[in-house]
């Protein structure tokens, strides 16, 4: 079920939830070469994370741009042109068909590929039917996903406990990226929808999305290895 061309090392997504570049830059000197792959979202974009970004992979490390856009097709557009040129590989975007569609034609051509956001992991039915859902989490992250196929969009970001069910509808060509990722013990903070790492690579996620667990480490380079180990054991 796990396709083989990810790297092991690879399916680890550290997300640099700090709050200056200066804190980042500490941080990726910290994990040397415990982490190939970083997310950089709203705390770091702000505060001068795109240009650290465009360095990262200028530097060989692999960079997952967390922005999550969604607004008019056209400004989704020329977002993404401008997003193309920093050597990213993934770039979320909400998974509405209006944002996705203007997001997979822009990139067109770049290597960026497109993520569709399907369902927040912060949030469970209750949440859904608070916002003005009528459908539950698994069926709304279904539908959504089914959309983003057809749209040509490369990958989807949901949380682990609905990967097993995604890979059955998109089959391996779309990526699976999956936040929600708590190793056994860590406290879940804001997250509803989790998983151990090695439960996640299991239920065939591609990437695993990890913050807090490593960013709030006593010994975050420890912490990142300990969850590689857990990949390493969960694809053997
Ligand atoms: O549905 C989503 C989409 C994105 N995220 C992002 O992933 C990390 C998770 O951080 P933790 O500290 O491991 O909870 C964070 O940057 C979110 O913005 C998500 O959690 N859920």
Redesign the pocket.
């Known amino acids: 079920m796990q396709p083989a061309r990810i790297a092991p090392r690879d399916r680890l997504i550290v ?1 640099l ?1 700090l709050p200056s570049v200066a804190s980042a830059e500490a941080m990726i000197d910290r994990l040397g070469d415990a982490v190939t792959f970083y ?1 950089i ?1 709203y705390q770091l974009g702000y505060a001068g994370g795109l240009i650290l970004a465009k360095q990262l992979a200028g530097s060989g490390k692999k960079v997952f741009l ?1 922005l999550k856009l969604h607004d008019i097709g056209n400004t989704v557009a020329r977002g993404v042109e401008s997003v193309a040129g920093l050597g990213a590989t993934f770039l979320t975007v909400h998974a509405y068909p209006q944002t996705m569609k203007a997001a997979v034609e822009a990139r067109a051509g770049s290597g960026l590929k497109v993520l569709a ?1 399907t369902v ?3 949030y469970d039915d209750t949440d859904l039917h608070a916002a003005g859902y009528r459908l539950n989490v698994s069926d709304l992250v279904e539908a959504r996903a089914r959309q983003a196929q057809a749209l040509g969009v490369d990958g989807l ?1 949901s949380s682990p406990e609905e990967a097993a069910a995604l890979r059955k509808i998109v089959g391996d060509q779309m990526n699976l990226v999956t ?3 708590r190793p056994a013990g860590s406290a879940s ?1 804001d ?1 509803k929808r989790i998983m151990t790492p090695a439960r996640a690579i299991a239920a065939g996620a591609d990437y695993l ?5 490593v960013m709030e480490a006593a010994d975050p380079k420890a912490s990142a290895e300990a969850i590689h180990a857990e990949i390493a054991q969960a694809l053997a």
């Open positions: 997300a939830d997310k979202g967390d956001v927040l992991t912060s970001v936040p929600g990722i903070g997250q999305v990890v913050g807090r667990p």
